[in-house]
DNA sequence: GCATGCATGTAAGGAGTTACATGATTCA
DNA sequence: TGAATCATGTAACTCCTTACATGCATGC
C-alpha cells in the first residue's frame, strides 16, 4: 500500500459524506481548512486523478447542462483508507512565519521596524479573525461538529496572535521612549 | 535586483553580527529560528553559494586543522539587503497542521479519534514548550533581544495551544459520556 | 455583448526534504 | 578502535504555487 500524499487526505475527507467536483473541493478548501491547510487546483486535478486510479475514489459524468462535469465519490476502500489515518496520530506541524523571521533579526535594522513587523503581522491576524467570524456566523445554526471546534480555535488562537503583537509592541515603544530619554 | 529566496534571508540573518560556516548556520537555524522557519544543508549550501555569486556575501576559507571549513561574512551589499528586506512588511504566514485536519475530519472516524488526535497536539506543543525553555534557561543573563522576545511568542504560544487542547479534549469527553447516558 | 462564475486541466518552476557520499578530528 | 562531531556537498524526489489555456453558462 503506497502511501498517500498529505493533500490526498482533504480530498478523501470532503467526499466523505457529498460526491463533489474537484472545483467545489477546492472551494471548499478556500473557505474552511485554508487557514491550516491550503490546496491548489495545480494539486486537486492530478491527485483525483491518482486516487481514482488507486481505486479510492470513483469518477462519474454529471453535466450541467453543456458544461462537461465530474462529480467524485468515495469507494469503500477510499473510506477505511481515510478511517485508518484518522485514527493515526498527526505527525507533522510546520510554520513558516515571516513577520516572526523579521522580528528576530529586528535589532539589525535601526528605527522602528521591529514594532511595524509587530503591527503588520497583528493586522494579518486580526484580518484572518474577521474572515473566519463571516464563516462562523454562515454557519450558525447548523449541529455542532468537529469543524467547528476546528473553526473555533482558529479565530481564538489568531486573537491571541494579535493581541500578543499589540502588547509587544506596546512595550517595545515604551522601551524605546525610556531610551531615548536617558540618552 | 532579482528575488532572493525566502531562506536567504535567514542567512543574511546570521551572518549579520559574525562571520559563520554553513555548518554553523544550520547549528543556529535548528537552536531558534527552526520552529518557524526551518532550513536544511541542501538549502543553506547552494544558497551560500548564490548569495557569494551575487556578491551578498563572501567566503573566505578557514581551516581547522586538516579539517577544510568555508566562513561567509555579509558584505556592505548583503547588509543593505538584509536591512530594506526588514523594513517591508511581512507578507508570508503559512501553517501545516495535521492535528487540525484530522480534528476536522473527525466526525467521519467513529471512537474517540477526535480526542487522541487533541492529546497528541497536546504533547506536541508541550514537548515544543520544553524544548524551548531549555534554550531560554541557556541564554538567560544575555541582554535583552529581539531574539528573546520571539522566543517568549515560541513558549507562550505553544502553551496556549497545548491548554486549548487539553480543554477541548476534555469538553468532548464530556459531550460523549453525556451521549451515552442519554442514549 | 461582456463580465462573472463554473469547470478542468497542464507546464514550468520554486522551495524544501531526505538520503547519500566523503573525509577529518576529537575523545573515550 | 570506534563513536560522535565537524564540515561540505549533491541527487533525487515531493510538494506546491503560479500562470496559462480552454470553453460553456448565466445574468446584466
Not at 42 to 60: D, H, M, S, T
Not at 88 to 99: N, T, V
Not at 168 to 181: I, S
Request: hydrophobic residues 35%; proline residues 3%; contains cysteine.
Amino acid at each position: 500500500m503506497e502511501e498517500l500524499n498529505p493533500t490526498a487526505y482533504v480530498i478523501l475527507g470532503f467526499l466523505d459524506g457529498q460526491p463533489l467536483s474537484g472545483y467545489e473541493i477546492k472551494a471548499l478548501v478556500d473557505d474552511s481548512t485554508r487557514f491550516f491547510w491550503a490546496a491548489s487546483y495545480g494539486q486537486i486535478y492530478p491527485e483525483l486523478r491518482r486516487l481514482a486510479e488507486a481505486g479510492l475514489v470513483e469518477g462519474k459524468s454529471r453535466p450541467q447542462g453543456g458544461r462537461k462535469r465530474t462529480v467524485y465519490r468515495l469507494t469503500a476502500a477510499g473510506r477505511s483508507r481515510l478511517r485508518a489515518w484518522l485514527h493515526e496520530d498527526p505527525s507533522s506541524f510546520e510554520l513558516r512565519d515571516e513577520g516572526l523571521l523579521k522580528l528576530f533579526f529586528a535589532d539589525a535594522a535601526e528605527g522602528r521596524s521591529a514594532v511595524s513587523t509587530l503591527e503588520a503581522k497583528r493586522r494579518h491576524h486580526e484580518a484572518v479573525v474577521d474572515r473566519l467570524r463571516q464563516i462562523e456566523e454562515q454557519s450558525a445554526g447548523s449541529p455542532a461538529s468537529s469543524r467547528q471546534v476546528v473553526l473555533r480555535y482558529g479565530i481564538e488562537c489568531n486573537e491571541w496572535m494579535a493581541r500578543w503583537c499589540e502588547r509587544t509592541a506596546r512595550e517595545l515603544e515604551a522601551q524605546r521612549g525610556a531610551e531615548r530619554r536617558s540618552a
